[in-house]
Structures are given as C-alpha cells and as structure tokens.
T-cell receptor, first 113, second 114 residues
Framework: GENVEQHPSTLSVQEGDSAVIKCTYSDSASNYFPWYKQELGKRPQLIIDIRSNVGEKKDQRIAVTLNKTAKHFSLHITETQPEDSAVYFC????????????FGRGTSLIVHP | DGGITQSPKYLFRKEGQNVTLSCEQNLNHDAMYWYRQDPGQGLRLIYYSQIVNDFQKGDIAEGYSVSREKKESFPLTVTSAQKNPTAFYLCASNPEDRGPGGYTFGSGTRLTVV
C-alpha cells in the first residue's frame, strides 16, 4: 500500500518568513495530493491540492509543488502570519479509484510574532 | 458545521463499556470514513463505507464496529475490546464524483476513558 512520509514534524518560524513542508510517497499510481490545515481542537480543512499532471499550483500565499519522478511534493507558505500556526497534513491518493488517502503524520507549524 | 456533524464533542467512557459516536452528513456524499487521531500519529483509518449497507475495515479496525443503514449516517461504536480508546475521532465524507472539494471532515469527538 501507499506510504507517506512527512517532514519536519515541527517547524518554528518568525512572522514574515517562509515555511516549507515536504512529503514523499511510495506508490507511483497516486495522482492526487491534498494538503489539510488543522487548527488546535478543530477539524482538518483542505487548503490546496494538486494533481499529478501539474507540477505547481499557487493560491495567494500558499503553493504546492510536485515532483513525480522523485515522488515528493511540498507545501510552501510565504509571508507567514501567526494565524498560519496549525498542524498541516499532506496526503496521497488515487483519483478514479477508491479515493482513500494516505495521510502523513503532520507538521506542527508555529509562527512567532 | 460544514454539512457534517459529529456528536458528542466530548465523551467519557468507563472501562468495559461500549460507546457510540454519531456522524451525520447532509451533503449527499456517498462515501464516509472514520479516522482516529493521536498526537504524532497523523490520521489513521478505522472504517469506511462507499455505499449504504456496505463498509470496509481500515488499518486499525480492531475493537471498533460501524453500520451504514442510511446514506446520511455512519455511527462508530468503540467496544470494550478496544484497549486504548482515548483519542480524537474524526468522521469524513466524500462525494462519489470526487469533486474538487475532496474530503469534508466533521468537528470531531474527543473520547476519554475514565
């Protein structure tokens, strides 16, 4: 089955800095890679996703890049703000299949004012 | 609550008791899922159901049971066979047409053994 590794487990940055979270996956059949943000005590919410036919996708301050050959994808947050502090999860799945994503273990991002 | 409601928000269980966590959605999603979340463990799949009256075990199904008698409802029972049930439980749903929204999560139930 699919295995998703996520690093780092904790990331501490100063407000205004950039943050990068990296994930690797094992199943070359995976073709859909969503990212979720979970604030303390709340439910995860989808913030951005990318399909395997795209190398990069941006949405304001967040972007995701995908390297299919190396089987890794990354979340980039620019100009971080304290409200970006949360746990971020990456996932990999196969769209058009059963769509059961495999999640990474999460990265706790702390943005210091 | 985003169309998917979990109740209760907090639940306390005595050892040896079965408890049932509720998950209801009004999104007309075909697929529903239960995840367990522990610190540093990410989200681990317990059970999932893609159609009514059918469900499949996930990675950590032992000690849990589910039913899917209605499209809108997917309750999870934590049985006394689950030796370490204290965790945060998340329910999720997904449309069969796999639209761009992906998963929708409920707000979770925090279960504590007392």
């Amino acid at each position: 089955g699919e295995n998703v590794e996520q690093h780092p487990s904790t990331l501490s940055v100063q407000e205004g800095d950039s943050a990068v979270i990296k994930c690797t996956y094992s199943d070359s059949a995976s073709n859909y890679f969503p990212w979720y943000k979970q604030e303390l005590g709340k439910r995860p919410q989808l913030i951005i996703d990318i399909r395997s036919n795209v190398g990069e996708k941006k949405d304001q301050r967040i972007a995701v890049t995908l390297n299919k050959t190396a089987k890794h994808f990354s979340l980039h947050i620019t100009e971080t703000q304290p409200e970006d502090s949360a746990v971020y999860f990456c996932a990999a799945s196969i769209r058009g299949g059963s769509y059961i994503p495999t999640f990474g273990r999460g990265t706790s991002l702390i943005v210091h004012p | 609550d985003g169309g998917i409601t979990q109740s209760p928000k907090y639940l306390f269980r005595k050892e040896g008791q079965n408890v049932t966590l509720s998950c209801e959605q009004n999104l007309n999603h075909d697929a529903m899922y239960w995840y367990r979340q522990d610190p540093g463990q990410g989200l681990r799949l317990i059970y999932y159901s893609q159609i009514v009256n059918d469900f499949q075990k996930g990675d950590i199904a032992e000690g849990y049971s589910v039913s899917r008698e209605k499209k809108e409802s997917f309750p999870l029972t934590v049985t006394s066979a689950q030796k370490n049930p204290t965790a945060f439980y998340l329910c999720a749903s997904n449309p069969e047409d796999r639209g761009p929204g992906g998963y929708t999560f409920g707000s979770g139930t925090r279960l504590t053994v007392v």
